[in-house]
């Protein structure tokens, strides 16, 4: 009963941004951390970046200082901002909830997953 919808990405030049936009759905009381992790064909889901409830923030050796993960409460909503997107960036990212409190709780939700594609 709890989705992860998310918005944003596609094909960007070399160099370029993308905005991503993850929100959860459902009757949600709270979530612990919300994240984005990526994968490309033949190799493993890594992570991207995570961020708790109280805004602690963690990055992932992909990150390279060029990407900025926040998130509203409010909203349920987690942003992952990309700059200076590189070829090797391309890959599905995936958004990803830890802790999901509604009636029940919610070890891990896992979206459908989003395509970028950066050209070169």
């Known amino acids: 009963q709890v989705h992860l919808v998310e918005s944003g990405g596609g094909v960007v030049q070399a160099g370029g941004s993308l905005r991503l936009s993850c929100a959860a759905s459902?009757?949600?009381?709270?979530?612990?951390?919300m994240g984005w992790y990526r994968q490309a064909p033949g190799k493993e889901r890594e992570l991207v970046a995570e961020i708790t409830s109280g805004g602690s923030t963690s990055y992932g050796d992909s990150a390279k200082d060029r990407f900025t993960i926040s998130r509203d409460n409010a909203k349920n909503t987690v942003y992952l901002q990309m700059n200076s997107l590189k070829p090797e960036d391309t890959a599905v990212y995936y958004c990803?909830?830890?802790?999901?409190?509604?009636?029940?709780?919610?070890?891990?939700?896992w979206g459908q997953g989003t395509l970028v594609t950066v050209s070169s």
């Open positions: 990803n909830a830890e802790g999901v409190r509604t009636r029940l709780l919610y070890r891990e939700v």
């Open positions: 459902g009757s949600i009381f709270s979530i612990n951390a």
